[in-house]
């Protein structure tokens, strides 16, 4: 069974910095890709950010510019730098991975941060 834990969640003011990281309990290497998703009260999850094994990246339109997703094979961990961090970023934050689809493309969830950006 995969673990995905994630860490660095907090309150920061508006214009604030934050970093996320998530420790997988397997290679980073087993993974298709790794992304970040958040789901706000009320709202449905959203995809934030993704990176595949080739180190490609895709953001959503509201953090392109300002969050950076990068991943470190060698301690199996995915991080997400977060800038200039509003209000609207204020949700919970999960970890995602994905495995090769010839390994049977199953997708594993950490069980979430909590970002809050004050006003």
């Known amino acids: 069974q995969v673990q995905l834990v994630e860490s660095g969640g907090g309150l920061v003011q508006s214009g604030g910095s934050l970093r996320l990281s998530c420790a997988a309990s397997r290679s980073m290497l087993s993974f298709a890709n790794m992304a970040w998703y958040r789901q706000a009260p009320g709202k449905q999850r959203e995809l934030v950010a993704t990176?595949?094994?080739?180190?490609?990246?895709n953001y959503a339109d509201s953090v392109r510019g300002r969050f950076t997703i990068t991943r470190d094979n060698a301690k199996s961990t995915v991080s997400l730098q977060m800038n200039s961090l509003k209000p609207e970023d204020t949700a919970v934050y999960y970890c995602y991975a994905k495995d090769w689809p010839h390994t049977g493309g199953r997708g594993y969830w950490g069980q979430g941060t909590q970002v809050t950006v004050s006003s």
């Open positions: 990176i595949i094994s080739g180190g490609s990246t």
